[in-house]
């Protein structure tokens, strides 16, 4: 048995403490992806190769990691026994990332996609979202970015129907599509933004079959800026029009 981990660290730079909010008085460090973090284990039973980004602000890179440590925990722990004895495979986790800033840097979106595999047919893959204010670094939810959570569920729901009927076609199994737009944070909780909208990310199985894969759908900011908190709108140049 073997096992190798890679661990790749900078020093963080702490930035000016800011209101919740962002705003445009807003100082962000810069540039936001730094460096990256990568663990890799390898033992008889299982096989993980986990990347996740360092931000320039501690307080994010903080929040990502404790997300990721938890869940490659989480997994280990499905069958830490796991030697090939039932089951003549090992168990894999992986991960890989996307970074991407908006508002002349004064947000971070990131982008994580999860592929886990423990048996069956196909492993599971999933998507996991962050949104950061890069003063402080806090994360910012869809609940921070609507006037009122629950109007603007309500509107955007149509919108993202409507979008992965057009995209699905014939994958569209309408009872799923239904259940994982349901006007609920839970549903709409991975979202990416950027100067020209917001990105939602749908998992497998949440709005269709497996093999349909995840579903994004963009929804512009001129479809809900009236749905949307004013001081965050500010902070996009020419209030992204």
């Given amino acids: 048995m073997r096992t190798i981990f890679y ?3 900078i020093l963080l730079i702490t930035c000016p403490a800011l209101a919740a909010s ?6 962000p460090c810069s540039p936001a992806l730094v460096d990256s ?21 501690e307080e994010a890179t903080r929040t990502i990691r404790d997300a990721v440590l938890n869940g490659l925990n989480e997994f280990k722990l499905i069958h830490p026994d796991h030697d090939l004895t039932d089951f003549p495979h090992r168990y894999t986790m992986d991960t890989r990332y996307a970074v991407q800033s908006a508002a002349n840097g004064r947000l ?16 599971n893959h999933w998507p996991v979202t962050w949104l950061f204010e890069m ?3 806090q994360q910012v939810f869809l609940s921070d970015i609507f006037t009122d959570a629950q109007q ?6 149509p919108m993202v129907r409507q979008q992965l009927r057009d995209k699905l076609k014939e994958w569209t ?3 799923m599509l239904l259940d994982g737009t349901t006007p609920v944070l839970s549903n709409y909780e991975d979202f990416l933004v950027s100067d020209e909208g917001m990105t939602f990310h749908f998992a497998h199985y ?15 900011w001129a479809d809900i800026r009236q749905l949307v908190r004013p001081e965050f709108m500010a902070v996009f140049p020419s209030g992204a029009k």
């Fill in 152 to 157: 603007g569920l309500h509107a955007i729901t």
């Fill in 7 to 9: 661990c790749f660290f």
């Fill in 173 to 175: 199994a309408e009872d």
């Fill in 206 to 220: 949440q709005v269709a079959p497996y093999a349909a894969g995840e579903q994004t759908v963009f929804i512009p």
């Fill in 135 to 137: 003063g402080r670094g």
């Fill in 22 to 27: 962002p705003c445009a008085t807003d100082a």
């Fill in 108 to 123: 971070t979106s990131v982008l994580l996609h999860v592929s886990v595999y423990t048996g069956g047919a196909h492993g």
């Fill in 37 to 57: 973090v990568i663990i890799g284990e390898e033992t008889t039973g299982f096989d993980i190769n986990v990347n996740y980004p360092v931000l320039c602000s």
